[in-house]
Nanobody, 123 residues
Framework: QVQLVESGGGLVQAGGSLRLSCAAS????????MGWFRQAPGKEREFVAA????????YYADSVKGRFTISRDNAKNTMYLQMNSLKPEDTANYYC????????????????WGQGTQVTVSS
């Protein structure tokens, strides 16, 4: 059983940057595909980015492509999301998630979830 804890959220002005972290414990981190999702008030939770078990392959939602970068450090059991050129529409609660299988964007395929960290982008 994997436990996931997100950190790094906060309030930032439009055009600014934030770096989210997701620390994992209780499992073999390198055996899990990892993903970031977000949920804004009144909206469905949506896929943001995912990274393969090795960290070599990444996949992004069109809305964040070119602005966000997902990465992982298997030696530190940690995943990251570098968010640049932030927009007010990026405001949401950001969740990290883990799945045993290969790279996927569908949230229903993820087995473990963190509690989330709030990101607020002011205009």
């Amino acid at each position: 059983q994997v436990q996931l804890v997100e950190s790094g959220g906060g309030l930032v002005q439009a055009g600014g940057s934030l770096r989210l972290s997701c620390a994992a414990s209780g499992g073999t981190f390198s055996t899990y595909t990892m993903g970031w999702f977000r949920q804004a008030p009144g909206k469905e939770r949506e896929f943001v980015a995912a990274v393969s078990k090795s960290g070599v392959t990444t996949y992004y939602a069109d809305s964040v492509k070119g602005r966000f970068t997902i990465s992982r450090d298997n030696a530190k059991n940690t995943m990251y999301l570098q968010m640049n050129s932030l927009k007010p529409e990026d405001t949401a609660n950001y969740y990290c998630a883990a799945r045993r299988g290969s790279l996927r964007s569908a949230k229903v395929t993820y087995d473990y979830w963190g509690q989330g960290t709030q990101v607020t982008v002011s205009s």
